[in-house]
């Protein structure tokens, strides 16, 4: 479980400003997440997992068709011949 101070030193490190409010939600929230952390920890986990249940999926092979660009182009509404035109991207 971390502290305020280590909150704050942490919040100092990254170069961040925080409210008292902003502190006191990331400490509620970080020890909330290392709690579950440590519940967790309690389990033991075979490292060869095997998984056997392909018959449970269908899989499919990759089609390749035609991208219906003539559709795409008709709904916009700012176009010239095949050009669109969209709002600037920051």
Known sequence: MLTKKEIEKIAELAKI???ENEENV???DIND???YVKKIQKYKVSK???VNNYKDFSLRRDEIKDFPGDLLISQFSDK???LLRVKKVL
């Open 80 to 82: 010239k011949d095949k």
């Open 17 to 19: 400003k925080l409210s």
């Open 33 to 35: 997440i290392l709690d």
């Open 26 to 28: 990331l400490f509620k």
């Open 48 to 50: 060869n997992i095997k």
